[in-house]
């Protein structure tokens, strides 16, 4: 005999069981009459009515095969009455899909041909087998839920890139994405579909219609009068677009949702299934029969109790059985049908697994009676009829279906030797076991029976002026809070549902990380961890097949329910071991990432590519890891990495190799060419395992050598006998702390990779369910109090209202709901616990890593990626239902995390752009909140200080702009005008405008101010190099908004309609940001430490206060001229220019301007004053124009610029300064554009004063200079500027200029302006008397 099950084909050794030489030992083990009797209650004739035992035949062992043989053939089928081919359909059995010729556009399709995923545009493929007669049906299971379209097609359609299923005149397609059915023209058509969903199409040949199911619930007639007779036959086919993916159902399998009157296209093996049914009688007569050999008589017993005890006449008539019902367990449609609801049959009185033996002492008799190919073959099945069945499976309030098939799946993983065959070559070999772990979100609501769980919905009626939910409960009425409260309740009651099938889940993991089943070979553990490390492998690497990669929504459920096994194995094991740290110290030791016992693919490291560590800190390896890098394996190891670079980028999947639906057997899901180059990596790397022997003296040096994941052994991870094994290489600086199970920390350090790879993004895209509770919620506000206020007389905008009222109340029923759902699945605060424990383990393993000194390097990037997106995640996604206040040790955590980025956003050892300009992201975010900002400022001092060093470096040569916006908000809230949350020119022209981008609330830190001030004081260097970069970004950032206002007021001059290109407005109102940033520290720097710009004994305040000046003159004229381009630009309301406008410039220049003019001291006042009156761009009217002051001030600008002539500022030719406006040229009205008088809620009264004192001051000050400036001829002006007199002479050249151009041409070059000569010293220079 042969099997065929499963696409093997083996010969089977049958048993000898009846042979004469066998005859007296069979018989003699009972009675030959009990035996008979007992063989007759066993194997009863299904034909023929019971006769009395005294007149049956004797029936014994050496019949018994061909008794059984008859009893199988009883009702089967004769040759003559046997249909070869079912009238109604052409086409091969079984049916698939069509590859070879029946395909448009490129797919992936699985190798048993029932699963595609599109691979280009709009791909399209049809079936093998046709009908043209009768009524026919087949399933499509639904893998993703975008654009597709499933019905049926004729041979004669021809679909391209752009026309599939359903856009011909001969192809009828139902579209669940768009909700539409497709006939060359679309109408609206069913539900909207999502990923778990079943889609039923029904054709009748005889009515000519088709019809489509969704979850076994009828859509409706489709189409009706379809075109049929000679020559038309429909086959079943899908257009799908690029990585949508869904698996048929032709009927190789039972059909989820048969409908009456409907035939499958692949016929069902009806006579195997006789057999199979008969077959599982007899074995449960076996199971509920037992012999009283005693007594001499059968006993009737529950088959719940049953025991394999080694009872030869059992074991013998069960031998008898499987050696027929064996090669039938290969089968599918057998598996599913008979098999697994037989197993799930026993399940169904409840209680725990542990309750029902019976399935295990199932299992022990198929691996003892079954072929090993047989029983391995039946499990895959078994197990992928499982999860298919959990998967496709629809929700209902109780998770009653989930429930039911993981609690066998849970009953099949116990059993030792079957739970390792799975782990080995089906969980994550054929199919993706991580579907198992997933928990899917209902998008219909009813279907889900949420509406009979959670009968009152709720959602957040009170807002405060930014739009935000206030959660104050006193404002809440009585009904509200009633509301309120049951809709709780209802969110709980559905919690508790999900927590019983999060528990099985948990329990299925726990089992496959059973490290203690040892006597069959290597524990479960330890195969899962190299299964696991395989699927990271996969998911992690940026060459992967795409079609390979595991959805992040499953990649969030398997995080979870990982973490909460892996805490419960890692708590169970350190109890054992006194003195070994719990789950919740946990971290990842630092030689994890340098001896080479685990492989993190082509992940980057914190100090770059791992064969360039391996170089250049391979002395560091010796002395403190004791370990020793053969730099010639080093080098093998590159060339190969070379080598298969080519060959996987030249190599190309083979069509059909790829396993596509997420429920179907994925035969190849780890074979990609990924995966090819990993092991040839894993097998060449630079580091091997050989055991160390340390003596009781100097430990001896190491020579080690990555071993391939498949080549690992128990001791190569938990160690023995001297050997650490993954704590290899411990440094010297880290502390020897036991750890109970060290396989745990792999894992660990997986689960850390996990969140990396695709659970954060994950994280933030369910988030929008609750903003569209948020928007809707607003709008029904909003919507009732426009009903409130309708007048009377017009009915007919009070109808439209309350239309839009109901439609949103309708949303918000269906989204609380649902969003009730997703807090229980996914923001609940078990889950927010989980990345709570997540975030500490990635601050203790960055700590450990950071004491390694240089060898820190090595630890991977994702470290502190999921360090920084864990508490950005905890500080924004779990919230409003959860706060990070709740959870214990929080100030401790946030205070730990504070020096980690505080350290980290400038280390030198860390040499990746991107986890840099993270960290500083980062932080510049964490000083933005009060809580953060607060640790920040509890870190030790020493740290506090080498930040704000390190913030102070010069910007050149460095990523620049988030260090400023850092030291900008440590600043806000002290600076002039500088309190707002939302930009004040934007509410006074929009003020109905909820929607306005919102600013934190300020909080400056005084503490890190103080520090600031104390190194800019103390270090004169570091502060001019400082302040001489900030300079510089302000003379670009300006001179590049205004280079680009120009060119966007040109092209709105321009007659004819064009746009303007958003990125340029982008980029124009981030130089606007830029440079209003620039001002503000320029404001925090000359508040803080004033002497830097007026304590002339400094050696470079004077040049500093001068390029002050300059800029400032330069910014208040482009600004505030009349008509100018600015105010042309702003008035334009140009959407991406929202913050371009008067009040934040002008603001932070007059910030600066009161600091040195007004508060500063008398010395320094007069310094200021003069060197800003000196300077030829000095305008009065711009200093007027902030109070929106009018008169003719001409008369004085141009006295104090006579002097001049115009030139090159300092903003470059291109941003010349304008000259001052004709007398008389403009009135006093069209002067109040603005004023600060307009901004009284943001500017306070005594801000006002001193900018009135500054006027006043400035304009006796202009008056006294304009009378006393003596005139200069143009030969004694400086040739740089042509703005001063000459000054100074340079030596050894003798070429002259005025002090401020020679001194800000030091800074930067040591070369003469003139002859390029060296310039070696700078001497005063006064022109002699005529």
Known sequence: MSSKGGGTALTRRPYRLASDTDKSRATGIVSEKLLSDYLHHVFPSANQTPAPASLRKTLGFQDLCAHLERLLC???????????????RLGPQPVVLDHTSGFEGLLFVDDDLLGVIGHSNFSSIRATTCVYKGKWAYEVLISSQGLMQIGWCTLSCRFNQEEGVGDTPDSYAYDGNRVRKWNVTTTNYGKSWAAGDIVSCLIDLDDGTITFCLNGQSLGTAFTSIKTGPGVAYFPAISLSFKESVAFNFGSRPLRYPVDGYLPLQDPPTADLVKAHKLLGYIKNVLTTSIDAQEERLVEKDCAVWRLHGDPTVLITLAHIFNHFAPLMCKVYLVEDVLMNFLLGILEGGGSVDEHPLIQQLLDLFWLLMEDYEVNECLKQLMMSLLRAYRFSPIIPDLGFQIHFLRLTTAVL??????????????????????????????????????????TTWWPTHFDKEGRDECDATEESADERLRRRAYERGCQRLKKRIEVVEELQVQILKLLLNNKDKTSGEASRYIFLNKFRKFLQENASNRGHPTALCPPEYMVCFLHRLIAAVRGCWDDSSRKVPGSIGSNEAFVPPQIFYNGKVDYFDLQRLGGLLSHLKKTLRDDLASKANIIIDLSEIQAASMDDLDEDEETGAAQRPFGAAAMGGALARPSWLSSPTLGRANRFLSSAAVSLMTPRRPLTQPEKVKVRTLAVEQRTEEDIEGSHGNDGLLLGRPLEEPDQPIADKSLLEIVDGIVMMYNLSVHQQLGKMVVVSDDVHEYAVALKDTEEKIARCPARRPDILEELQKSQKVFAEKLNHLSRRLAWINATIYSKDKMLDVYWLLCVCIRTIEHADHTGSLFAFAPEFYLNVAMNAYSALKNYFSPAHSMEELPGYEETLAQLAAILAKHFADPRIVGTDIKDSLMQALASYVCYPQSLR???????????????????????????????????????????????RLPHLLKTKPEDANLPSLQKPCPSLLLQRHMAELLSVDKDMAASFLNSVLNQLNWAFSEFIGMIQEIQQAAERPERNFVDTRQLKVCATCFDLSVSLLRVLEMTVTLVPEIFLDWSRPSAELLLRRLAQLLNQVLNRVTAEKNLFDRVVNLRLPGLESVDHYPILVAVTGVLVRILVDGHKQGISRAASVLLSDPCFQLHSIQHLLGEGGDSSGVSASVTSITRPGAGPLGPSVASPMPPATGSAGPAERRHFSLHAYSDYISQEEKQKVELMLAFLTEESKQAAASTAPTSEEDLCPICYAHPISAIFKPCSHKSCKACINQHLMNNKDCFFCKATITGVGDYSKPPP
């Not at 009883?74 to 109604?88: I, N, Q």
């Not at 739970?419 to 199919?431: I, Y």
Request: hydrophobic share 40%; with cysteine.
């Open 74 to 88: 009883e009702g089967e089928p004769t040759e003559e009455s046997r249909d070869p081919a079912r009238d109604g």
């Open 414 to 455: 116990y059993h030792e030797k079957s739970r390792k065959f799975l782990l080995n070559s089906v969980l994550f070999d054929v199919l993706r076991s991580v579907v198992f772990f997933y928990i899917k979100t209902p998008l219909r609501v009813k279907e889900a029976g949420l509406e009979e769980l959670i009968l």
């Open 935 to 981: 640790a920040v400022e509890r870190i030790p001092e020493e740290q506090r200080v080498a930040m704000m060093k390190n913030l102070l470096a010069p910007y050149e040569q460095r990523p620049w702009a988030q260090t400023n916006w850092i030291l900008v908000r440590l600043w806000r809230g002290c600076g002039f005008g500088y309190r707002y949350t």
